[in-house]
């Protein structure tokens, strides 16, 4: 989970300082063409880690960053729409 925020806290720097050329290309491509769970993201790592252009069109845009921030592959990347039931856990121990 460390590499995953490491990876969007770099790219909203990115994207709040303007150093690439597109605005809020990260932002938009998250909001329009990544699935609700998350499952494509890899997609978009890859290209960030890849100078390969044969990635979807929605990414090609993104520029190959150096660094090694995207070389490694999350496993099992895939967030749920909704939570899962936790009614289970006891929070009577926090108080107001």
Do not use: C, W
């Amino acid at each position: 989970m460390n590499t995953l925020l490491s990876r969007f806290l770099f790219y909203f720097f990115v994207e709040d300082t303007a150093i690439f050329d597109k605005e809020r290309l990260f932002t938009n491509v998250i909001a329009n063409n990544i699935a609700e769970n998350g499952s494509d993201l890899e997609d978009l790592f890859a290209k960030l880690n890849s100078r390969k252009t044969d990635f979807p069109n929605y990414i090609t845009d993104f520029p190959f960053v150096n660094g090694g921030l995207f070389k490694d592959e999350i496993i099992s990347l895939s967030f749920q729409k909704k939570p899962q039931d936790k009614s289970y856990i006891n929070h009577s121990y926090i108080r107001a």
